[in-house]
């Protein structure tokens, strides 16, 4: 694998320790992916990030890199911790855990990464160019940056992110390559009758999780390039992401007339369509619970947008929550909500906003039966993750669930 003086003078130990460990990780995974040499990044996106899933050995990795001068080359911010920084308390988590997750964002702040604690990062200041390259972990927001962006990001895992960050630098495989950003694919999408249940976080995480499900069938896993699709949000297209990453492993799809690159590319030959009896069906597969087992009621995976805190406020102004109902977003969304009044009218209900954290990454195994969602996501991590049971609803119909005695 070519290095240039700089990055061979890094590998060398010239920069540091930690410069050091970061490029031979680097190295380890060009090599495995057979990389012709290192590509720079503009931006990166660093995950595992919640002390759950890092663990006293995480905490000991991130300290020796520290130790041995780890600092950031490029803006880089941080994926969800284990709970609100602010408000764990009230969101019920352990003081010891509480501790040991300060530890973890303390150590991440002092190596130069700004403590966003967001898996929607193009929301809050971390938000590329069409066609640069960058290193994000977090798979919805990777399918988000390469889908709808149209930068250019492999899925990187917890230690090859942070490497790029205190390297500047990338591995030149996978979907930094144009010949690998190219459909293999075609789903024709018939779209619901209703222009309701269009467009809606809940109509696209069910038609990810049908599409998803195709493509983790097939042993090349193509990138699927989806058409019939007029129009979609924002907040339609992150939950489309989520659920696409989670069900069919997917980091990249082209969608016609929507995604910024889908018009270099003819839809392949290959074509499955989807009908909306397939999409209704993967719908109901998410639903194992009913309202006298929900107990527990969690949207914002991903992270809630400000218009969907606009929404939310609306539906629960002037009503008082019956169950324990969880609203996730980044801090920079919640000081948004509290300066447009939107919080107020939120907490006088009686649900908590949960900054910096998610249900999934949060460690609340053990504590709910069942949980009342509008992401597939977060349906898939609920049962594999908590063991919960799950209801799968619309936006506005999980609100309504929140109000049930
Ligand atoms: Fe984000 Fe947590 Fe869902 S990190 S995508 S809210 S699982």
Redo the contacts with the bound molecule.
Sequence with gaps: MHLTTEERAMLEGKSGKAVQKAMQILVALGTIYEADGMIPVSSVQVAGVSYDNLGDAGIQFLGDMLAGGASTHVLTTL??AGMDIENWQTLGMAAEFAQKQMQVIDTFKRIGIIPTCT?TPYFCGNLPGYGQHIAWA?S?AVCFANSVIGARTNREGGPGALAAALTGRTPCFGFHLIQNRKPGITFDIERPKSPETADTTHWFGALGKTIGQHIESMSDNPVPYIRGIESASIEGLKSLC?SLATYGGCALFHMEGITPEAIQFSPPQVTIRISTEMVEAASDSMTDADSSDVDFVSL????LSIREIARLAQLLNGQQVKKEFWI?TSRQIKQLADQAGYRRVIEDSGAKIAADT?C??APIKGRFNAMATD?A??CF?ARSKHRMKTMFRTFDEVVLEALKG
């Design positions: 994926n969800p898996c977090e919805s989520a914002g995976c991903p992270h996730t998610c999934v990454v992401s996501k977060a991590y």
